[in-house]
Nanobody, 126 residues
Framework: QVQLVESGGGLVQAGGSLRLSCATS?????GGWFRQTPGKEREFVAA????????HYADAVKGRCTISRDNARNTVNLQMSSLKPEDTAVYYC??????????????????????WGQGTQVTVSS
């Protein structure tokens, strides 16, 4: 079982930056970040493989976000810049433990992740 706790959310002006952190209880997993706004389905943001040498981003955030991990410190981070009002959402950290094979078709799906954090709110004002 992997426990995940997000932090770093908050209110920021458009064009600003935020760094989200996900503290984990350890284990071997693919790490992912998703986001959700009221009335909408959870949306893939970014993922990183166990070794930290493969990443994948949603088109909506590509070039503005960087996902990273530190397995020694058990953290998975999401650096966001040039934020837009449409980035406003609750951001969730997730761990895919049942299979660490890196397949883009799978790591984009929230149903492929086994454990989730409680979420952290990001609000971008215009």
């Amino acid at each position: 079982q992997v426990q995940l706790v997000e932090s770093g959310g908050g209110l920021v002006q458009a064009g600003g930056s935020l760094r989200l952190s996900c503290a984990t209880s350890g284990g071997t997993f693919t790490g992912g970040w998703f986001r959700q706004t009221p009335g909408k389905e959870r949306e893939f943001v970014a993922a990183i493989n166990w070794y930290g040498d493969a990443t994948h981003y949603a088109d909506a955030v590509k070039g503005r976000c960087t996902i990273s991990r530190d397995n020694a410190r058990n953290t998975v981070n999401l650096q966001m810049s040039s934020l837009k009002p449409e980035d406003t959402a609750v951001y969730y950290c997730a761990a895919r433990t049942h299979d660490i094979t890196w397949y883009v078709g799978s790591i984009r799906k929230d149903s492929e992740y086994d454990y989730w954090g409680q979420g952290t709110q990001v609000t971008v004002s215009s």
